[in-house]
């Protein structure tokens, strides 16, 4: 799934980065498929080459390893609304067919109390302005349900015309990597469909995995395996420690103002 993830990075310039699953696949492709790849964290680092995964977006070997580091504001309000980024890479806890996401709150049931998440982020600008947006989340009725507890960031609303209803910029969600596979929305519909299975997985087992009658691609691929070199890099990047308090390098240039 990671390997998958990082791979529909290359040739990216720019993109801004979530903490969890696709900050594992930002890292990787910036170690495989594309060494030049610009990584933005919303706490306003610019190139971060982090030397570990980070634990969330404050941690300081982001800044540590940035070529900038900006303000919160400028981040959102000239970076990402003003349309310079390219790619924005999401996780989810829930996904609907049209690729909406929640990662706000979830119902757990009668007579329990709802299970609080940690919230929108950025997601939902990330969304509307990134030139287009991924996603990498794992694949269960759990994740991908036919109705959304709390929709917190838009993808493709309810259809093909949402987007520019709303007059949003970016192209919104055009794939959901999963460790079954592969969806990505209907040019018509704009519903999510399966497009790529991982070797060894069969389209039953997704369908299974799905909350809603998974429609699948005329032309069903197959994702290619992971390459020594890709399990290489990804193994290192997990189980790279971080730097003694003290002793990282800054690797950051004097900023220029835009």
């Known amino acids: ?58 941690d300081g070997e982001l800044a540590d390893t940035a070529d900038s580091v900006v ?24 996904v609907d067919r049209f690729a909406n996401i929640n990662t706000t709150v979830v119902d757990r049931g009668p007579d329990k109390p709802e299970g609080r998440l940690p919230g929108a982020g950025g997601a939902p600008e990330i969304a509307a302005n990134c030139g287009q947006v991924l996603m990498v989340l794992r694949h269960s009725r759990r994740n991908f349900v036919g109705k959304l507890d709390f929709v917190t960031t838009l993808g493709h609303g309810t259809g093909p015309h949402d987007r520019a209803a709303l007059g949003l910029p970016g192209a919104g969600p055009t794939a959901v990597i999963t460790d079954l596979g592969v969806l990505r929305p209907d040019p018509d519909t704009a519903e999510l469909v399966l497009t790529e299975l991982h070797p060894g997985v069969t389209v039953e087992q997704v369908r299974e995995a799905t909350g809603w009658e998974l429609k699948e691609a005329a032309r069903l691929g197959v994702t290619a395996p992971p390459t020594d070199a890709e399990l290489a890099a990804l193994r290192a990047l997990k189980a790279a420690e971080p730097a003694p308090a003290g002793t990282r390098t800054a690797a950051r240039t004097p900023r220029k103002e835009a």
Do not use: H
């Open 1 to 58: 799934m990671e390997v998958n993830a990082a791979r529909a990075l290359a040739g990216a310039r720019t993109c801004f980065v979530g903490i969890g699953l696709p900050s594992t696949a930002a890292n990787l492709a910036r170690r495989t498929v594309n060494p030049d790849l610009v990584l933005v964290y919303e706490s306003g680092t610019i190139g971060s080459k982090p030397t570990q995964l980070p634990l969330s977006i404050g």
């Open 71 to 94: 303000s919160v504001p400028e981040m959102f309000n000239y970076w990402l609304q003003g349309g310079r980024i390219d790619v924005g890479f999401l996780g989810a806890a829930q």
